[in-house]
Antibody, heavy 118, light 111 residues
Framework: EVQLVESGGSLVQPGGSLRLSCAGSGFTFSGDGMSWVRQAPGKGLEWVSVISSGGDRTYYADSVKGRFTISRDNSKSSLYLQMNSLRAEDTAVYYC???????????WGQGTTLTVSS | QSALTQPPSASGSPGQSVTISCTGTSSDVGGYNYVSWYQHHPGKAPKLMIYEVSQRPSGVPDRFSGSKSGNTASLTVSGLQAEDEADYYCSSYAGSSSVGVFGTGTKVTVL
């Protein structure tokens, strides 16, 4: 079964840092681009970041550029999102998804919750 | 990276059809055939329903269909069923330096 499982969500103070992880299984992890998508409370989906299958190309939403870093370890079938200088508006459920910018996000995890508050 | 525009809500009775629009620009929806649609039941993981404007992933009922004209893409759900009640989001490729963009979302209610 193709599966993505996110972890690392937490309550963090403004200005703090956190790293989210996503473990993939049931598919050839190194063969696909991967994405992070978030949904703030009461809001719609926002595409946060995308990374190519080999990890050499990355893309970010303007709202997180310079603060978030996406990375992957294909040997561990894992995707990461390093988040620095966190703001209240980063509060959201963060989803890991299999796929890049072209052909749709075909598999999603259940999400992990980040709350940024003092 | 402005969100694509969708109507906030749409509704229909069981068995009827509902069509949701997704309006962008020539830099996203109108410029590429990389429009996707997602079904999202609150508290669950979103599900891909349509990719590349009109392609259905394996397992998605053929009651779901997609199309595009100019800068506007559309999702049609035919033969509405109770389980189709959910939030629906479009997304589009938005150029070589962009992460991609989602629509504002449409809540579909089955009356």
């Amino acid at each position: 079964e193709v599966q993505l499982v996110e972890s690392g969500g937490s309550l963090v103070q403004p200005g703090g840092s956190l790293r989210l992880s996503c473990a993939g299984s049931g598919f050839t992890f190194s063969g696909d681009g991967m994405s992070w998508v978030r949904q703030a409370p009461g809001k719609g989906l926002e595409w946060v970041s995308v990374i190519s299958s080999g990890g050499d190309r990355t893309y970010y939403a303007d709202s997180v550029k310079g603060r978030f870093t996406i990375s992957r370890d294909n040997s561990k079938s894992s995707l990461y999102l390093q988040m620095n200088s966190l703001r209240a508006e980063d509060t959201a459920v963060y989803y890991c998804a299999k796929g890049g910018r072209y052909h749709g996000l075909g598999v999603w995890g259940q999400g992990t919750t980040l709350t940024v508050s003092s | 990276q402005s969100a694509l525009t969708q109507p906030p809500s749409a509704s229909g009775s069981p068995g009827q059809s509902v069509t949701i629009s997704c309006t962008g620009t020539s830099s996203d929806v109108g410029g590429y055939n990389y429009v996707s649609w997602y079904q999202h039941h609150p508290g669950k993981a979103p599900k891909l329903m349509i990719y590349e404007v009109s392609q259905r992933p394996s397992g998605v009922p053929d009651r779901f269909s997609g199309s595009k004209s100019g800068n506007t893409a559309s999702l049609t759900v035919s033969g509405l069923q109770a389980e189709d009640e959910a939030d629906y989001y479009c997304s589009s490729y938005a150029g070589s330096s962009s992460v991609g963009v989602f629509g504002t979302g449409t809540k579909v209610t089955v009356l």
